[in-house]
């Protein structure tokens, strides 16, 4: 009888570290899901389910951490977009690797306190950042103007015009958005100012509405992670610089490198952000 080389593969057991943002769909019950993006060191998988975020990035320690990670300590199965695999029940299945979840990790660790003296002068440190993809768009100045005004209307028009606009896997439009909502959940909480967070929270639902059917999975996930202040290592660490809890320049620095153009969107979002929270801390 001829065995087939898929019948001799050999399974892998390996355990790993998630993210509480995807808590909710490893520890349902087991479900389909197939691979949407592959690369050396990691996988995009979609789960087939309703429930949000639906998208999990499986990485090695050499990847960014996105928000919905999983983090393992060991190299990746070669797989291919559209191959099959199964989440749930605290574990992965994926190629001839079986993941089992044993940590967690905070995707939104608070700031505490800032001054905010201390916040205008950082601020001021938050210059164009260099490649955003929409340097200049008309919807990302009246995002900007209309935020600091606190002019609600204004700001759900120009989000609901940046969900999905751009090309790749992170239209700019949508790191833009992400960065902006996750600067005014933060800084908006440490600095006391009420009115950011309730902007955030407007934003928020207005992104988050019909991002699955507007923008890619991978991007609809992030920007319902992103609704919650759920962000990269590299965002939160030029949140902490801002609120002066680590040097801000080689944050900055350690952001504009993410992607093509995502880190400096991503940026350009924290900077409206950031400027948001003084504007409307100082109204209030």
Not at 46 to 75: C, D, F, H, K
Not at 127 to 141: F, I, Q, R, W
Not at 236 to 262: E, I
């Amino acid at each position: 009888m001829t065995v087939s080389t898929h019948a001799r593969r050999t399974r892998v057991h390996v355990t790993g570290a998630a993210s509480t943002a995807v808590r909710a769909l490893l520890e349902a019950q087991r479900r389909p899901a197939r691979v949407l993006a592959a690369f050396p060191q990691g996988v995009y998988l979609e789960v087939r389910t309703e429930v949000e975020p639906s998208v999990i990035a499986v990485i090695t320690g050499e990847a960014t951490r996105l928000p919905n990670s999983v983090l393992l300590a060991a190299p990746l199965p070669h797989l291919t977009v559209g191959d099959d695999a199964a989440v749930g029940d605290r574990a992965i299945e994926l190629g001839p690797l079986s993941l089992t979840v044993r940590r967690w990790w905070d995707p939104a660790p608070p700031l505490g306190a800032v001054d905010r003296d201390l916040l205008a002068r950082a601020v001021d440190e938050l210059t164009e950042p260099p490649g955003a993809g929409l340097s200049g768009d008309a919807s990302v100045e009246l995002l900007a103007d209309s935020c600091a005004k606190g002019w609600l209307l204004g700001a759900v028009t120009a989000a609901e015009r940046l969900v999905g606009l751009g090309p790749g896997l992170t239209p700019s439009g949508d790191d833009v958005l992400a960065g902006l909502l996750v600067a005014l959940r933060h800084l908006g909480r440490a600095a006391g100012a009420g009115r950011a967070v309730w902007l955030a929270d407007w934003l928020a639902a207005t992104v988050t509405y019909d991002a699955r059917t507007r923008t890619t999975p991978i991007s609809a996930t992030l920007l319902h992670c992103a609704a919650r202040g759920e962000a990269s290592p590299e965002v939160l660490g030029v949140l902490r610089g801002l609120a002066g809890r680590q040097a801000l320049a080689p944050a900055l620095r350690r952001l504009h490198r993410l992607g093509h153009t995502s880190g400096s969107d991503l940026a350009q979002g924290v900077a409206i952000g950031a400027r948001t929270v003084l504007s409307l801390g100082a109204a209030g």
